[in-house]
């Protein structure tokens, strides 16, 4: 399974981005996906993820209430809706995929490249 990561740039506190994570492979929906983000001189941290059928889906308390992720399984593709963006969000978001419903960065399988995300005035 690859992944591509894409949708990041530089926004203003308060502004609003969508991620996009594409995948290959017709076994997307088998996977559920996940989003994490690292901040420089941080631990990567578990940001949302949502399970394969796309009925469950976790957050982390930090970004509830203003991201939203979601999944069309016929485009093989994850999204991550990024709402009232605050500096605090800025870090590197990496797409990734696992076999089961989790947060546990070491189970996930396969991760994209990262996409930067700036919040900043």
């Known amino acids: 399974v690859q992944l591509q990561a894409s949708g990041g740039g530089l926004v203003q506190p308060g502004g609003s981005l969508r991620l996009s994570c594409a995948t290959s492979?017709?076994?997307?929906?088998?996977?559920?996906m996940g989003w994490f983000r690292q901040a420089p001189g941080k631990e990567r941290e578990g940001v949302s993820c949502?399970?394969?059928?796309?009925?469950?889906?976790y957050y982390t308390d930090s970004v509830k209430g203003r991201f939203t992720i979601s999944r069309d399984n016929a485009k093989n593709t994850v999204y991550l809706q990024m709402n009232s963006l605050k500096p605090d969000d800025t870090a590197v978001y990496y797409c990734?995929?696992?076999?089961?419903?989790?947060?546990?960065?070491?189970?996930?399988?396969?991760w994209g490249q990262g996409t930067q995300v700036t919040v900043s005035s």
């Open positions: 949502i399970s394969s059928s796309g009925t469950r889906t």
């Open positions: 990734a995929a696992a076999s089961s419903f989790t947060m546990t960065a070491g189970q996930y399988a396969y």
């Open positions: 492979g017709r076994t997307f929906s088998m996977y559920t």
